[in-house]
Protein backbone atom coordinates (compact mmCIF):
# COMPACT_ATOMS: atom_id res chain seq x y z
CA UNK A 1 0.00 0.00 0.00
CA UNK A 2 1.41 3.37 -0.67
CA UNK A 3 2.16 5.69 2.18
CA UNK A 4 -0.32 8.91 2.65
CA UNK A 5 0.82 12.00 3.50
CA UNK A 6 -0.86 15.21 4.49
CA UNK A 7 0.61 18.55 2.80
CA UNK A 8 1.09 21.40 5.76
CA UNK A 9 -1.54 23.46 3.23
CA UNK A 10 -4.35 20.63 3.63
CA UNK A 11 -4.68 20.95 7.35
CA UNK A 12 -4.03 24.78 7.37
CA UNK A 13 -7.50 25.55 5.66
CA UNK A 14 -8.90 22.30 7.95
CA UNK A 15 -8.09 24.21 11.32
CA UNK A 16 -9.01 27.35 9.63
CA UNK A 17 -12.40 26.06 8.70
CA UNK A 18 -13.19 24.53 11.74
CA UNK A 19 -12.46 27.73 13.43
CA UNK A 20 -14.63 29.61 11.68
CA UNK A 21 -17.34 27.53 10.51
CA UNK A 22 -17.69 28.47 7.40
CA UNK A 23 -15.69 27.70 3.84
CA UNK A 24 -15.93 31.76 2.67
CA UNK A 25 -14.02 32.62 5.66
CA UNK A 26 -11.74 30.42 5.94
CA UNK A 27 -10.73 30.77 2.08
CA UNK A 28 -10.13 35.00 3.47
CA UNK A 29 -8.11 33.87 6.16
CA UNK A 30 -5.75 31.23 4.38
CA UNK A 31 -5.69 33.69 1.04
CA UNK A 32 -7.34 31.12 -1.47
CA UNK A 33 -10.82 31.43 -3.33
CA UNK A 34 -13.57 29.21 -1.97
CA UNK A 35 -13.55 26.98 -4.60
CA UNK A 36 -9.70 25.88 -4.16
CA UNK A 37 -10.26 25.56 -0.29
CA UNK A 38 -13.62 22.95 -0.98
CA UNK A 39 -10.73 20.99 -3.33
CA UNK A 40 -8.33 20.99 -0.89
CA UNK A 41 -11.30 19.52 1.79
CA UNK A 42 -12.13 16.73 -0.63
CA UNK A 43 -8.47 15.81 -1.61
CA UNK A 44 -8.15 15.50 2.70
CA UNK A 45 -11.21 13.78 3.03
CA UNK A 46 -9.66 11.49 -0.04
CA UNK A 47 -6.25 10.80 1.48
CA UNK A 48 -7.34 9.99 5.27
CA UNK A 49 -10.75 8.07 4.14
CA UNK A 50 -13.21 10.62 6.71
CA UNK A 51 -15.56 13.01 5.79
CA UNK A 52 -14.53 16.03 8.59
CA UNK A 53 -17.51 18.08 8.35
CA UNK A 54 -21.43 18.15 8.65
CA UNK A 55 -23.70 21.13 6.92
CA UNK A 56 -25.57 23.29 9.42
CA UNK A 57 -27.40 25.84 8.07
CA UNK A 58 -25.35 28.14 6.46
CA UNK A 59 -22.09 26.76 7.94
CA UNK A 60 -20.23 23.78 8.73
CA UNK A 61 -19.16 21.60 11.93
CA UNK A 62 -16.83 19.19 12.83
CA UNK A 63 -18.10 15.62 12.26
CA UNK A 64 -16.91 13.56 14.98
CA UNK A 65 -14.09 12.29 12.83
CA UNK A 66 -13.36 16.01 12.24
CA UNK A 67 -13.00 16.70 15.77
CA UNK A 68 -10.51 13.65 16.06
CA UNK A 69 -8.27 15.30 13.61
CA UNK A 70 -8.23 18.92 14.50
CA UNK A 71 -5.90 18.81 18.11
CA UNK A 72 -3.84 16.71 15.73
CA UNK A 73 -3.82 19.16 12.59
CA UNK A 74 -3.24 21.86 15.25
CA UNK A 75 0.01 19.82 16.80
CA UNK A 76 1.32 19.16 13.09
CA UNK A 77 1.54 22.74 11.96
CA UNK A 78 3.02 24.17 14.94
CA UNK A 79 5.63 21.32 14.83
CA UNK A 80 6.24 22.49 11.08
CA UNK A 81 6.14 26.10 12.01
CA UNK A 82 9.13 25.18 14.61
CA UNK A 83 10.79 22.91 12.29
CA UNK A 84 11.01 25.90 9.46
CA UNK A 85 11.67 29.18 12.36
CA UNK A 86 14.66 26.40 13.59
CA UNK A 87 16.93 26.78 10.06
CA UNK A 88 15.23 30.01 9.31
CA UNK A 89 18.49 32.69 10.19
CA UNK A 90 15.98 35.64 8.79
CA UNK A 91 13.07 35.16 10.69
CA UNK A 92 11.47 37.89 12.10
CA UNK A 93 12.06 38.70 15.74
CA UNK A 94 11.53 41.75 18.23
CA UNK A 95 8.82 42.83 20.11
CA UNK A 96 5.38 44.29 20.17
CA UNK A 97 3.45 45.78 22.64
CA UNK A 98 0.00 46.18 22.44
CA UNK A 99 -3.38 47.44 24.55
CA UNK A 100 -6.77 46.24 24.26
CA UNK A 101 -9.73 45.96 26.40
CA UNK A 102 -10.72 43.35 29.35
CA UNK A 103 -13.13 42.30 26.86
CA UNK A 104 -11.64 42.02 23.69
CA UNK A 105 -8.83 40.73 25.37
CA UNK A 106 -10.90 37.95 26.23
CA UNK A 107 -12.94 37.30 22.79
CA UNK A 108 -10.66 38.36 20.08
CA UNK A 109 -7.13 37.94 21.17
CA UNK A 110 -6.37 34.33 21.85
CA UNK A 111 -7.36 33.64 18.29
CA UNK A 112 -5.07 36.42 16.82
CA UNK A 113 -2.38 35.93 19.01
CA UNK A 114 -2.43 31.82 18.37
CA UNK A 115 -2.56 32.65 14.47
CA UNK A 116 0.28 35.48 14.99
CA UNK A 117 2.76 33.07 17.19
CA UNK A 118 2.29 30.23 14.12
CA UNK A 119 3.44 32.68 11.55
CA UNK A 120 5.89 35.19 13.74
CA UNK A 121 6.88 32.19 16.69
CA UNK A 122 10.09 34.86 17.49
CA UNK A 123 8.87 38.03 18.31
CA UNK A 124 8.16 39.02 21.79
CA UNK A 125 4.34 40.18 22.55
CA UNK A 126 3.27 42.25 26.00
CA UNK A 127 0.13 42.39 26.37
CA UNK A 128 -1.61 46.19 28.20
CA UNK A 129 -5.18 45.26 28.68
CA UNK A 130 -7.02 48.75 30.00
CA UNK A 131 -10.12 50.90 29.37
CA UNK A 132 -10.08 52.39 25.89
CA UNK A 133 -9.46 55.91 26.92
CA UNK A 134 -6.77 54.75 29.17
CA UNK A 135 -5.16 52.80 26.03
CA UNK A 136 -5.35 56.28 24.07
CA UNK A 137 -3.16 58.21 26.68
CA UNK A 138 -0.93 55.19 26.52
CA UNK A 139 -0.73 55.07 23.14
CA UNK A 140 -0.31 59.31 22.42
CA UNK A 141 2.40 58.97 25.49
CA UNK A 142 4.60 56.22 22.90
CA UNK A 143 4.17 54.18 25.85
CA UNK A 144 2.39 50.87 23.38
CA UNK A 145 2.83 50.31 19.82
CA UNK A 146 -0.19 49.14 19.07
CA UNK A 147 -3.59 49.84 20.58
CA UNK A 148 -7.25 48.07 19.61
CA UNK A 149 -10.13 50.79 21.56
CA UNK A 150 -14.16 51.40 21.39
CA UNK A 151 -15.31 54.04 19.09
CA UNK A 152 -18.42 55.60 18.63
CA UNK A 153 -17.63 56.97 15.43
CA UNK A 154 -14.65 56.33 12.52
CA UNK A 155 -11.41 58.29 13.58
CA UNK A 156 -9.22 59.60 10.79
CA UNK A 157 -5.99 59.06 12.64
CA UNK A 158 -6.95 55.32 13.26
CA UNK A 159 -8.00 51.83 11.50
CA UNK A 160 -11.22 50.52 12.10
CA UNK A 161 -11.03 47.11 11.81
CA UNK A 162 -14.35 46.02 12.75
CA UNK A 163 -18.32 47.35 13.60
CA UNK A 164 -20.83 46.00 15.31
CA UNK A 165 -24.19 46.50 17.48
CA UNK A 166 -24.01 46.79 21.01
CA UNK A 167 -27.20 44.64 22.88
CA UNK A 168 -28.82 44.18 26.09
CA UNK A 169 -27.81 40.91 27.71
CA UNK A 170 -29.69 39.14 30.63
CA UNK A 171 -29.48 35.52 32.46
CA UNK A 172 -31.79 33.21 30.81
CA UNK A 173 -35.00 32.38 33.12
CA UNK A 174 -34.79 35.87 34.80
CA UNK A 175 -36.41 39.26 33.50
CA UNK A 176 -35.17 41.94 35.48
CA UNK A 177 -35.76 43.77 32.15
CA UNK A 178 -39.19 44.36 33.95
CA UNK A 179 -38.16 45.90 36.56
CA UNK A 180 -38.81 50.09 37.37
CA UNK A 181 -36.14 51.94 37.96
CA UNK A 182 -34.43 48.91 35.33
CA UNK A 183 -31.70 47.44 37.71
CA UNK A 184 -27.80 47.86 35.05
CA UNK A 185 -24.67 46.27 35.69
CA UNK A 186 -22.37 48.24 33.13
CA UNK A 187 -18.49 49.05 33.10
CA UNK A 188 -17.17 51.62 34.12
CA UNK A 189 -17.41 55.00 34.30
CA UNK A 190 -16.46 56.71 31.14
CA UNK A 191 -17.03 53.46 29.50
CA UNK A 192 -19.23 54.64 25.78
CA UNK A 193 -21.36 51.28 26.07
CA UNK A 194 -22.20 52.85 29.57
CA UNK A 195 -22.91 56.27 28.48
CA UNK A 196 -25.24 55.09 24.96
CA UNK A 197 -26.80 52.53 27.33
CA UNK A 198 -28.01 55.72 29.82
CA UNK A 199 -28.95 57.64 26.92
CA UNK A 200 -31.22 54.61 24.81
CA UNK A 201 -32.86 54.76 28.33
CA UNK A 202 -33.26 57.84 29.32
CA UNK A 203 -34.51 58.52 25.64
CA UNK A 204 -37.19 56.07 26.04
CA UNK A 205 -38.76 57.48 29.06
CA UNK A 206 -37.59 54.26 31.18
CA UNK A 207 -36.36 55.11 34.32
CA UNK A 208 -32.96 52.99 35.67
CA UNK A 209 -30.15 52.48 38.65
CA UNK A 210 -26.69 51.36 38.70
CA UNK A 211 -26.76 48.07 40.62
CA UNK A 212 -23.26 46.65 39.41
CA UNK A 213 -20.23 48.59 38.12
CA UNK A 214 -16.94 47.03 36.91
CA UNK A 215 -13.90 47.90 35.09
CA UNK A 216 -13.56 43.74 33.21
CA UNK A 217 -15.99 41.87 31.07
CA UNK A 218 -16.16 39.17 34.04
CA UNK A 219 -16.90 41.16 36.44
CA UNK A 220 -19.97 42.74 34.35
CA UNK A 221 -21.23 39.15 33.89
CA UNK A 222 -20.81 37.95 37.24
CA UNK A 223 -23.15 40.57 37.92
CA UNK A 224 -25.69 39.40 35.12
CA UNK A 225 -25.27 35.57 36.39
CA UNK A 226 -27.04 36.77 39.65
CA UNK A 227 -30.27 37.38 37.88
CA UNK A 228 -30.75 40.61 39.61
CA UNK A 229 -29.42 42.83 36.47
CA UNK A 230 -29.06 43.46 32.80
CA UNK A 231 -26.05 44.62 31.32
CA UNK A 232 -24.62 45.95 27.93
CA UNK A 233 -21.61 44.64 25.67
CA UNK A 234 -20.62 44.11 21.90
CA UNK A 235 -22.71 41.36 20.11
CA UNK A 236 -19.93 39.00 19.68
CA UNK A 237 -18.10 39.37 23.16
CA UNK A 238 -22.01 37.95 24.62
CA UNK A 239 -20.98 34.18 26.71
CA UNK A 240 -23.07 32.09 25.37
CA UNK A 241 -24.77 31.20 28.32
CA UNK A 242 -26.59 34.60 28.81
CA UNK A 243 -29.72 36.07 27.24
CA UNK A 244 -29.52 38.69 24.48
CA UNK A 245 -32.21 41.57 24.51
CA UNK A 246 -34.27 43.08 22.25
CA UNK A 247 -36.83 45.61 21.48
CA UNK A 248 -39.70 42.62 21.89
CA UNK A 249 -38.12 42.83 25.53
CA UNK A 250 -39.01 46.30 25.74
CA UNK A 251 -35.96 47.91 25.70
CA UNK A 252 -35.00 50.27 22.99
CA UNK A 253 -32.20 49.85 20.32
CA UNK A 254 -28.63 50.30 21.01
CA UNK A 255 -25.60 52.25 18.25
CA UNK A 256 -22.81 50.24 17.09
CA UNK A 257 -19.42 50.83 17.62
CA UNK A 258 -16.38 50.14 15.83
CA UNK A 259 -12.88 48.76 17.01
CA UNK A 260 -9.92 51.20 15.90
CA UNK A 261 -6.41 49.84 15.56
CA UNK A 262 -4.07 52.54 16.58
CA UNK A 263 -0.25 52.17 15.17
CA UNK A 264 2.59 54.54 15.86
CA UNK A 265 4.86 55.01 12.68
CA UNK A 266 8.47 53.54 12.06
CA UNK A 267 7.92 51.13 14.82
CA UNK A 268 9.67 48.41 13.00
CA UNK A 269 8.91 45.10 11.22
CA UNK A 270 7.07 43.31 14.39
CA UNK A 271 4.74 45.76 14.94
CA UNK A 272 4.10 46.18 10.96
CA UNK A 273 3.54 42.38 10.94
CA UNK A 274 1.14 42.59 13.93
CA UNK A 275 -0.66 45.54 12.52
CA UNK A 276 -1.76 43.21 9.23
CA UNK A 277 -2.43 40.07 10.99
CA UNK A 278 -4.87 42.29 13.27
CA UNK A 279 -6.65 43.82 10.57
CA UNK A 280 -6.81 40.47 8.58
CA UNK A 281 -8.21 38.57 11.89
CA UNK A 282 -10.41 41.02 12.06
CA UNK A 283 -12.49 39.80 8.52
CA UNK A 284 -15.54 38.04 7.66
CA UNK A 285 -15.30 35.36 10.09
CA UNK A 286 -16.08 37.84 12.49
CA UNK A 287 -18.43 40.33 10.29
CA UNK A 288 -21.07 37.31 10.76
CA UNK A 289 -20.90 37.38 14.84
CA UNK A 290 -22.40 41.21 14.67
CA UNK A 291 -25.15 40.26 11.68
Not at 2 to 9: F, I
Not at 58 to 69: I, Q
Not at 251 to 275: D, W, Y
Request: aromatic share 6%; hydrophobic share 45%.
Amino acid sequence: MAERTLDPDLLRSFVAIAETGSFTDAAARVLRTQSAVSMQMKRLEETLGRAFFVKVGRNVELSLDGEMLLPQARRLLQAHADLVALFDADRLGGSVKIGAPDDYVTTFLPGILTRFAQTHPMVEVEMICESSDRLVTLFDKGDIDLALTTTHSIVPTAREVHRESVVWVAMPGHSPATARPLPLALFHRGCCFRAAALAALAEASITARIAYTSISLAGVVAAIETGSAIGVMMRSTVPSRLRILTEADGLPRLPEFGIALLKHERRGPAVEAMERHIAASFGPHLLRLAS
